[in-house]
């Protein structure tokens, strides 16, 4: 986890560390463990995803972790020895399914709201016991209001497009609001902090903008004349002959 957090952050780390952990091809989290578990094998994973090439070592631990991970979800045995969680069985399928350069960070958000035990998970040691600086309801209520938080942001944004959409008449060119939600979407889900509003309509109204213009060269009666004339930049300077 710790590796993982590091390199997100920018920092430069090397991944030979885990040359430690591993032995006649199989990866562990200390010497002498005789079994897996599935939250070190899940942290693995996890870690694994963000590898940069020629870093075999990584590459072997994706590869173990992964098949490991699949194995046990197969048996319906996604349980751990170290932890009772809320829901680590839809933890790992989600990072199984959405490894990090496929998750938008605000769908991963939602997710492990409703997977954090909060103050409910126990650790398993020698004794049962919990761990509140790990696990607590504060977190999960921060998480929830920060969440709610955004998501007001982006609805408000999003009705604010609406009206430029509409007020401007695109709609006559053939995008639809289904098209300019999509815009919104994939600028939101990439772009998703309060404070870079101005960043996240820009993308979204020039996506629109642009397929505008495509859908109207491409429906236009005199097709590719047209649209030969816009990429030479001699639409409207009274050209006939695009190659003159």
Request: aromatic fraction near 14%; glycine fraction near 8%; charge should be negative.
């Amino acid at each position: 986890m710790a590796f993982r957090l590091m390199r997100l952050h920018g920092y430069d780390i090397s991944p030979s560390v885990f040359e430690h952990f591993e032995k006649d091809g199989k990866f562990f989290a200390f010497v002498g463990q005789s079994t897996q578990a599935v939250t070190g094998m899940y942290n693995l994973n996890r870690a694994s995803q963000v590898s940069f090439p020629g870093e075999d070592v990584l590459e072997r631990a994706a590869i173990f972790s992964h098949e490991f991970l699949r194995r046990r979800q197969a048996e319906g045995t996604i349980c751990d020895k170290w932890i009772i969680a809320k829901d680590l069985p839809g933890e790992v399928e989600y990072t199984l399914d959405f490894p990090w350069y496929a998750s938008l960070p605000r769908v991963e958000a939602r997710f492990y709201i409703e997977q954090y035990g909060g103050e409910d998970d126990i650790w398993i040691g020698k004794t049962l016991y919990r761990m509140p600086l790990v696990n607590n309801n504060i977190y999960l209520d921060l998480a929830k209001r920060d969440f709610n938080r955004c998501q007001i942001q982006h609805q408000l944004e999003w009705h604010g497009l609406q009206k430029w959409f509409t007020e401007n008449g695109l709609e006559a060119f053939g995008v639809t609001s289904g098209d300019v939600l999509k815009t919104y979407f994939l600028a939101a889900a990439s772009i998703f902090e309060p404070n870079r509003a101005t960043e996240r309509l820009a993308w979204a109204r020039v996506s629109v903008l642009a397929n505008v213009i495509s859908k109207y060269l491409r429906s236009d009666s005199s097709g590719n004349k047209v649209l030969e004339q816009f990429m030479h930049g001699s639409l409207y300077e009274g050209e006939t002959d695009v190659s003159g």
